[in-house]
């Protein structure tokens, strides 16, 4: 596996895996052994970077990661999040969002318990609460920072004012956004300021949740519990517009000799050197599969190519329902 490294002092693989699936989102999942199995042998394959994050379960995508990956202390590099206000009665749900330093501070300790970990690789923002000035967000971190518990700081799905304000009080090592071949807005304002500070980027949903894998089609039938159920460019309609994007890179993959899924892992490793995706699964071929999109070279005409045919395809459909979109601060 090829390196990266992320705001030129966090060195990784240069693809990371999403665990948010193994316990949470993308409907029933596998057993805890089956998943503790695949993280193993992710590792094994040359991956270093796992995402988690507190709110994935609550907690229990925590607990799954820090025990698979317990053994491999000082080889891997772990990332997880804070910024959700949990159901103070206990229950498996979030109730808003809640960046306040005590609650960072608080987040940061019950994370470092269930990932077994004496410090955190890499904490993110989840989203940037509205409530409390970014600033006092950075400090927070920054005083973690200085207490050894937290090694780099990141940002989730924040906008150029954001990132430029936190990363003025504690440097950003990342930022974490959504960006695929179907979801290009980072490129216009988010990359050239990363490119400028010397921040990392690591895309989540690189496979566009499954859809660029040429495997999913509107007939496909989710889970009841599957989130995608509520996007609505995962709505039947929209999956039947936006198949012509998928057929345009299958065609392209062939010619490669490679899958949809690994070029457009390629493309998105081909945009810039300090871009690490994470894309997730449950499955051990596919996180192989995943793995070789590292090993597609891209020339520059077939990055031409692959703009010029992508281009002629509005995809249909919002990312997020219009109450998920809310958390987004652009």
């Not at 966090?10 to 949470?24: D, H, P, Q, V, Y």
């Not at 229990?60 to 990956?69: F, K, P, S």
């Not at 970014?134 to 700081?153: S, Y």
């Not at 179907?182 to 050239?192: D, M």
Request: aromatic share 8%; proline share 6%.
């Amino acid at each position: 596996m090829q390196t990266r490294s992320l705001g030129n002092s966090l060195n990784i693989s240069a693809i990371g895996l999403g665990c948010m699936g193994m316990t949470f989102s993308y409907g029933t999942p596998p057993g805890r052994n089956e998943m503790i199995a695949l993280l193993r042998a992710a590792v094994e394959r040359g991956v270093t970077f796992f995402d988690t994050a507190e709110v994935y379960g609550p907690f229990n995508n925590e607990e799954l990661v820090g025990e698979a990956l317990a053994p491999f202390k000082g080889r891997v590099a772990i990332a997880t999040k804070f910024g959700f206000q949990l159901d103070p009665n206990g229950g498996p749900k979030w109730v808003g969002l809640n960046s306040t330093p005590d609650r960072i501070k608080q987040a940061a300790d019950g994370s470092l318990k269930r990932l077994r970990v004496d410090a955190l690789d890499l904490l993110y923002q989840h989203r940037v609460d509205p409530n409390v000035p970014i600033e006092d967000v950075a400090g927070a971190v920054k005083g973690l920072v200085d207490e050894g518990k937290v090694r780099h700081f990141g940002l989730s799905e924040a906008g150029v004012e954001a990132i430029r304000r936190a990363h003025a009080v504690q440097p950003l090592t990342a930022l974490q956004s959504e960006y695929s071949l179907w979801w290009r807005e980072p490129e216009a304002e988010i990359l050239p300021v990363l490119e400028e500070l010397g921040i990392g980027f690591v895309p989540f949903s690189p496979l566009g949740k499954g859809f660029l894998t040429g495997k999913i089609d509107e007939n496909t039938q989710f889970d009841s519990t599957d989130f995608r159920n509520t996007v609505p460019r995962f709505s039947p309609e929209a999956r039947k517009a936006n198949q012509a994007l998928v057929d345009l890179i299958g065609r392209f993959a062939a010619q490669k000799q490679a899958t949809p899924a690994q070029v457009a892992l390629a493309w998105v490793l081909a945009q810039k050197p300090w871009i690490v995706p994470i894309p997730g699964t449950t499955k051990l071929h596919r996180l192989e599969e995943n793995i070789g999109g590292a090993d597609v070279e891209l020339t520059a005409d077939d990055l031409r190519e692959l703009d010029e045919l992508t281009k002629q395809i509005d995809v249909q459909g919002a990312r997020y329902s219009e109450g998920a979109q809310k958390m987004i601060n652009r």
